[in-house]
């Protein structure tokens, strides 16, 4: 999937404050956008957004930054420092923040003195990870996030654009994108990623909850292996 490069640069003048959008009105942009590029969707997202506007991002590559800094360069990029990560995934962190002059919010989490992964998973993740989101948000009229349908059965119906449960509007510009389309735009735009993608690593989380996928598995089947669960909660 090739996407064209779109200059929306803002001028200097003062933002206008973003539209507000009704159910049924994103209902009829969701089904628009099944046939739209990603650059379309996120150029439609910074002209209505920006810069009430976050990208929030795993650091696992860095494929919806490239994309969108080629539309807006200063759009905020958000990554939730859990104090559980990888070092490949902080160093990534940084390598993209330098690779592309990021303007870029860390929300790091306090430090607390039990291993909440361990005794309470379910609560870990509303704890270090979505309550982040929350405060990262706040005064925010939308977000975007790399999602796509194909990564787990769970994401397989995810809309390219909805509400979330703050009531912002959540873009998913890569939604229909498989496997294949992000190698070839990581090759075709030499797009940084996380060094643990090649030791078998397909969807990277906190350490203590991730591990490298099986052969023929699901893209984020490494993730809290044998609990239950699926998600961690940012995307509902």
């Not at 009704?22 to 209902?27: D, E, G």
């Not at 509400?163 to 735009?189: C, F, M, Q, S």
């Not at 203590?208 to 699926?230: D, F, I, M, N, V």
Request: glycine residues 6%; proline residues 7%; contains cysteine.
């Amino acid at each position: 999937m090739t996407d064209t490069v779109v200059n929306l640069r803002r001028s200097a003048s003062p933002p206008v404050a973003p539209v507000a959008f009704s159910a049924a009105a994103l209902a009829e942009l969701d089904a628009a956008f099944e046939a739209a590029t990603a650059t379309e969707i996120v150029a439609w997202a910074v002209e209505q957004f920006h810069p009430a506007l976050s990208l929030a991002s795993s650091m696992t590559d860095a494929v919806l930054i490239d994309l969108a800094w080629r539309v807006e360069p200063s759009i905020e990029v958000l990554f939730i420092d859990t104090g559980y990560h990888f070092p490949e995934t902080l160093q990534t962190l940084e390598r993209v923040r330098r690779h592309y002059g990021l303007n870029l919010k860390v929300m790091t989490v306090p430090p607390h003195d039990q291993e909440l992964w361990r005794i309470d998973p379910e609560n870990c993740c509303s704890a270090v990870k979505v309550g982040q989101l929350d405060r990262a948000l706040a005064g925010k009229a939308a977000w975007m996030s790399g999602l796509r349908r194909a990564e787990s059965p769970s994401r397989a119906g995810a809309p390219v654009v909805s509400h979330d449960v703050r009531g912002l509007v959540k873009i998913n510009p890569l939604a229909t994108w498989d496997d294949d389309d992000v190698a070839r735009y990581i090759d075709e735009h030499d797009v940084p990623v996380n060094p643990l993608l090649e030791r078998g690593y397909r969807s990277i989380g906190c350490a203590p909850c991730t591990l490298p996928t099986e052969e023929g598995s699901g893209a984020r089947s490494g993730r809290w292996q044998g609990s239950g669960k699926t998600e961690c909660g940012l995307h509902l």
